[in-house]
Each structure stands twice: as structure tokens, then as C-alpha cells.
């Protein structure tokens, strides 16, 4: 199985700040990576689909970069909404497989 | 508009059997594959099992395989999980997921989510 690997597994940001996450998969993945946030009692929600490209209907304060093993998610500018926790996915192969999740709290 | 709606979840004993089934409106169920994914209260999320789009093939996390059953029914637009031989750690809310395959595979609509609880 690919694992995933998150960090950090938790920040502290203020609104209107750049946040950087991290993912990396224990093989390549070509591009095959998503990112989904999720608010409390909620269902997860895609952001980023192919590493890069933003679904429909999300904000372009995000962003994602990265192929092969190394990936990130950049916010540019942190809003109040954006307070969730975030998890990357590898659709490589089966079993798919999650990140462990990075919490994003107000500071 | 594109609706995904588990039921099913309850309180049920270790050892015990439970279906969830995932009522889908607004796509045509038989054009795509199909996903569960759990998540244990206060944890991340799991993928748990996938089925292709006309029911042909299956795929199980190894946590679970043997005891659950993934299955479709294209023409009453449902996808179930069937699980048997509940254990403690199966306590979690299960979500069931649409994977959009075109520029990569992706889960682009989920269900609210069902809890199922299993504890003695």
C-alpha cells in the first residue's frame, strides 16, 4: 500500500496569511494526488484534483504543486471559511490511500 | 444536482450485522465507480472498499475484507455496504463516494455521512 505523510499535522494562522501543507507518498504517484478539506459533522470536500488542478467552484487562493512523491497545498491568503482540516489522497493504485490530515486553527 | 445520502447506521453489539445503503439523484450511478470511506470519531479518514461500475470487480481494505460486502444496484440508483462480524474498531461514520475518473481519479461528491456505533 502508498503511504501518505502529511506535515505538519497541525498550524496556528492568522486571516490573511500564506499556508503551506506538505504531502509526500512512500512512492511515486505521478500526479495522481488530490487535496479535500473538511469542517466538523461535514462530509470532505475537494479542492485540488491531478496535483494542480482546482475544481470547479473552489476559491484560486488555492493552489497545489508537486509530482512524484512531493506535494503541496498553498492558500494564499488564509480566510476565515478556510479553518479546517485538510487531507491529501493518492488515486495511484488501490487500496486509495489518505494523508493523516492537517489541522488549521485561527491564532 | 448531484445527491449522495447514506442510511442505515445504528448502535449495534459486537459480532453483529449492519447494511448501509447510499441512495444516489442527479448522475447516472452506472457510469462510475463507487467508494466507502469511514472516519473513527476524531480521526481521519479511511478508505474501506471500492466497486467498479457495473458491479464486476471489487477491491476491500484489508481491515475489512472478508467480513464486508460492497454491491450496486444500478437500476435502483443505491450502492450498499454490507457488514458482518462487527468489531469495536468498525465504530466510525461511513461515507459514500463518487470517483470521478477523466484527468486523474478523484472523489468529487460525498454523502452527508450514516454512524455506525458498535459497542456492547
Known amino acids: 500500500d502508498i503511504q501518505m505523510t502529511q506535515s505538519p499535522s497541525s498550524l496556528s494562522s492568522s486571516v490573511g496569511d500564506r499556508v503551506i501543507i506538505t504531502c509526500r507518498a512512500s512512492?511515486?504517484?505521478?500526479?495522481?494526488l488530490n487535496w479535500y478539506h473538511q469542517k466538523p459533522g461535514k462530509a470532505p470536500k475537494l479542492l485540488i484534483y491531478a496535483a494542480s488542478s482546482l475544481q470547479s467552484g473552489v476559491p484560486s487562493r488555492f493552489s497545489g504543486s508537486g509530482s512524484g512523491t512531493d506535494f503541496t497545498l498553498t492558500i494564499s491568503s488564509l480566510q476565515p471559511e478556510d479553518f479546517a482540516t485538510y487531507y491529501c489522497?493518492?488515486?495511484?493504485?488501490?487500496?486509495?490511500?489518505f494523508g493523516q490530515g492537517t489541522k488549521v486553527e485561527i491564532k | 444536482e448531484v445527491q449522495l445520502v447514506e442510511s442505515g447506521g445504528a448502535l449495534v453489539q459486537p459480532g453483529g450485522s449492519l447494511r448501509l445503503p447510499c441512495a444516489v439523484s442527479g448522475f447516472t450511478l452506472s457510469s462510475y465507480w463507487m467508494h466507502w470511506v469511514r472516519q473513527a470519531p476524531g480521526k481521519g479518514l479511511v478508505w474501506v472498499s471500492r466497486i467498479n461500475s457495473d458491479g464486476s470487480s471489487t477491491s476491500y481494505a484489508d481491515s475489512v475484507k472478508g467480513r464486508f460486502t460492497i454491491s450496486r444496484d444500478n437500476a435502483k440508483n443505491t450502492l450498499y455496504l454490507q457488514m458482518n462480524s462487527l468489531r469495536v474498531e468498525d465504530t466510525a461514520v461511513y461515507y459514500c463516494?463518487?470517483?470521478?475518473?477523466?484527468?486523474?481519479?478523484?472523489?468529487?461528491?460525498w454523502g452527508q455521512g450514516t454512524l455506525v456505533t458498535v459497542s456492547s
Open positions: 512512492q511515486s504517484i505521478s500526479n495522481y
Open positions: 463516494t463518487r470517483e470521478y475518473g477523466s484527468y486523474g481519479y478523484y472523489f468529487d461528491y
Open positions: 489522497q493518492q488515486s495511484y493504485n488501490t487500496p486509495r490511500t
